[in-house]
C-alpha cells in the first residue's frame, strides 16, 4: 500500500520567533504501523543526520493524518483541507525537499500567459501566485 501522511510542526527560531507548518510524507509499506514507523525514521534521519535548514528550528511534530492508498483512483480525490481565520500569513514553501527519488516528480503550475518557467525574477523575488480557479 502507499501512505501519504500530512503532519504539523511547531518551530523556534534562534532568534526566538515562534513558527509552525505542516508537510507531507509517501511511502510505500504493509500496514499503517509500518507506514508511521517508516515516517518517524525519515523525520528524525532529516532533523539529526542531515541537519536540513528546513528542518532544523524543528521543536515538535505531530502526526494530522495517515492516509492508505490502496490503488490509484480513476477521479481526483481531495486528500487534504485546512481553513484558517484571517489573511494569508507569510509563509515558506516548497515541493519535494531532500527528495533523492526519480520516482516521485513535482510540476508547478503556469499559466498559459506566463511563459517564464523560472519563478524568481532577476531581484531573486519570487512573483505573485496566480489564481488558478476563480468563483
Known sequence: MLYSGHFSF???TPSGMERHGYFTCLVKAGTPELALQNFKQRIQIIKEDIKDPLFKD???VYVEDIIEIAD???EAVVTRFQSSDGPFPKSRSCALP?????DIKAYQWVPESD???DQKEA???YKE???FLQF
Open 10 to 12: 511547531d518551530e523556534i
Open 58 to 60: 524543528i521543536q515538535v
Open 72 to 74: 490509484s483512483p480513476e
Open 98 to 102: 531532500l527528495s533523492d527519488t526519480t
Open 115 to 117: 511563459f517564464s518557467t
Open 123 to 125: 531581484t531573486g523575488e
Open 129 to 131: 501566485a496566480v489564481p
